[in-house]
């Protein structure tokens, strides 16, 4: 194959991240514009404090299918090029992130774009290089999203959870050592994105979720 296409593959991958599901689902279902609701951000998270579990349940399934399918994108025409399949999922990462279909101007007069934290299409990208990762990777992310209640620590956790498995195949010699360097690529790629989230954790303000989020409310009422 012609290395010429290569950057198109990338590119097809990046529109592919791009497309907010979060908004378009949280626009059919309550009518709502989720930029607008809590953080402004397209995710699955911020789906359901738009529109309930339905949108944040579906715009998560599609933003996780964005990254395997950029990674099957990349195997169907560039076979035998592993660097390119690790580099089309972080392309459709940053365009989930970085959308271009969202780009707009803000009130500095310069140009933003807008988009998700990008764990969901990160997980979707593990599971386009290696399929069973799903068995493990969205267990252990399910496990920390209910026993420490922050979608952002989950997010964070969904990249280091694929690196430690890559790590872990590729030091027994199943899978190329070049994965790994995905986990830690979409790592730097998530910890940049959730920076004011992790500002928030250390600062004690980070919003809680789940059953600790009902438990904190609960406590406070002196139930």
Known sequence: ?????????????????????GLIFVRLISGKDIRKV???????????R??????????????????AFSVWLARWLAPGYT????????AAILGHNYSVFLLERGEDGRLHFRGG???????GGAIGLWPPSILIIVPLAGAIWYGVGYASVTTISAALIAGIIFAI????????WLYVFY??????????????????????????IGWRARHKKTASRGI
């Open 38 to 48: 809590e953080s402004g951000r397209t995710g699955g998270t911020n789906a359901v």
């Open 183 to 208: 986990g830690v690529l979409a790592e730097v790629v998530l910890v940049w994105a959730l920076r004011p989230n992790i500002q928030r954790l250390i600062q004690g303000k980070e919003r809680l």
């Open 83 to 90: 660097w390119l399949q690790v580099l089309a999922p972080m």
């Open 169 to 176: 195949r590729a030091a027994q010699g199943y899978s190329p």
């Open 117 to 123: 934290a990008g764990g969901a299409t990160c997980i």
């Open 1 to 21: 194959m012609e290395t010429s296409f290569f950057p198109g593959i990338l590119l097809i991958s990046y529109c592919i991240g791009s497309i907010p599901f």
């Open 50 to 67: 738009a529109a309930g579990y339905g949108a944040g349940l579906a715009t998560a399934v599609m933003d996780v299918l964005k990254g």
